[in-house]
Each structure stands twice: as C-alpha cells, then as structure tokens.
C-alpha cells in the first residue's frame, strides 16, 4: 500500500529532519572526539639514547612475564617504568594499552596511574577516554591541585567553544577541591570576564591578588581586566 502525503504533512515532517539534523549537529560538535585517533608520534631523539630505551622496554616486559608467569608479587612500578618509556618514544597507543592494563586489572586507586593515562589519551585524541581517567585522578585524590588543573586545561584546549559551562563547573569544583589559589581564582575571573560578568570577574581577580599581591604580571592583567569591563 502507498502512503500519500499531504504538502503539510510533508512540509512537517522535513521541519521535524531539520530539527533532528540539528540537535544531531550540536551534539557532534560538543562530543568527546574519538575519529582521529593518533597511534604514534615523532619524537626527536638520538638513535642511541631510542635503542636504550627499547632495550629497557623488552628487560620491562621480560621481568612482568615472569613476575606474572610466577603467581607471585608483580612490582607495580614496572607497568609504570614500561608505560612511560613507550611514550618517551613515542609509542603512545602501546603505552596507553599498559596504562589500561595497569589501572583496570592490577591497581585501580593510583591517581598517578590514572592521571598519566587520561595525557596519553589526550595526546592520542581519544577525548574521551581522557577525560574519564582525569576524572578517576581526581576522584581519588581530589585536593590535589595539578589533577584539577589538568582536567581544567584538557576542556580549555578541546571544548572551549562547547563546553564553556562545563569549564566552569570544573573550576568551581577545584576551588571545593583545593580552595582558593591563584590559579583557581585566577581562571574563574578569566572564564567571568570572556562570560562578560565583570562584577565576579574583578572580584575574583581581587582574592587572587590578596594570596599573590607582589605578582605584578596579575597586576597587570587586572588592571587590563579593569579597562576591558568600563568599555
């Protein structure tokens, strides 16, 4: 059986794929990016001091097949030490792999682990699984302030544009996390003023200058800041 349209039910439905298409688009848009995946990356370094690393690379993995081969005690620092050394070389989806391995199977409550893990990932481009390892760094040890502000900088760096609300919740909770510091304060009058709030931006530029009040550089920009809100 043929289905008959009527021109407004046509016109409905194409407004309806309009719509759809629409809401479709901007969420592509805000999504963590997953579709360029970088496996590998250049890194200039001597051939020399690249073959000793390789060498560490294979003693690593012979000395973890054995540990685990044993039924014994695995030292953990070995997934570490083997994780960091393929990225030295540029090897990052090999050392990604370890640091998943190492985090899911054999010890899930090193932030450390899990912080390296989510800038590997961010090198990749796999925002997504970047973004849920910083998340885990920080969950575990959240007043911590270099985990905060490495969430904070993966979202200014990818999701500026996107994710603006998103960047301010993140400060906002390493402000609950670390409390008041020049970096926190600093960046939420930062993200304020380009919001166009010039009252919280200057408030917030004035308690960064209360816990630095020789940094001149913060001077400055608060003084700009201040020129920029009277226009």
Request: charged residues 20%; glycine residues 6%; contains cysteine.
């Amino acid at each position: 059986m043929k289905l008959h349209l009527s021109p407004k039910n046509i016109a409905f439905i194409i407004a309806l794929l309009v719509i759809v298409g629409g809401l479709g688009y901007g969420y592509w848009q805000s999504r963590p990016q997953v579709d360029q995946i970088v496996l590998q990356r250049d890194v200039e370094m001597e051939p020399a001091i690249r073959q000793t690393f390789v060498q560490r690379i294979e003693l690593t993995k012979a000395a973890l097949a054995a540990q685990e081969a044993s039924g014994g005690k695995v030292e953990m620092a070995l997934y570490i030490n083997l994780a960091s050394d393929y990225v030295m070389i540029g090897e990052l989806k090999q050392g990604a792999d370890v640091y998943k391995h190492y985090v899911t199977n054999v010890n899930q409550i090193d932030y450390t682990a899990w912080n390296n893990y989510g800038d590997v990932a961010e090198q990749m481009g796999d925002y997504l699984v970047a973004e849920q390892a910083y998340l885990k760094a920080i969950e575990l040890l959240p007043d911590y302030e270099e985990y905060n502000r490495d969430y904070v900088e993966f979202l200014q760096n990818h999701f500026a544009a996107s994710r603006g609300q998103d960047i301010r919740e993140a400060l906002e909770n390493a402000v609950t996390n670390v409390g008041q510091t020049n970096w926190t304060m600093v960046n939420l009058a930062k993200w304020y003023l380009a919001d166009g709030d010039c009252d919280q931006a200057l408030a917030h530029y004035k308690v960064a200058l209360q816990l630095s009040p020789d940094n001149t550089a913060l001077q400055d920009e608060y003084a700009e800041a201040k020129d920029q809100c009277k226009k």
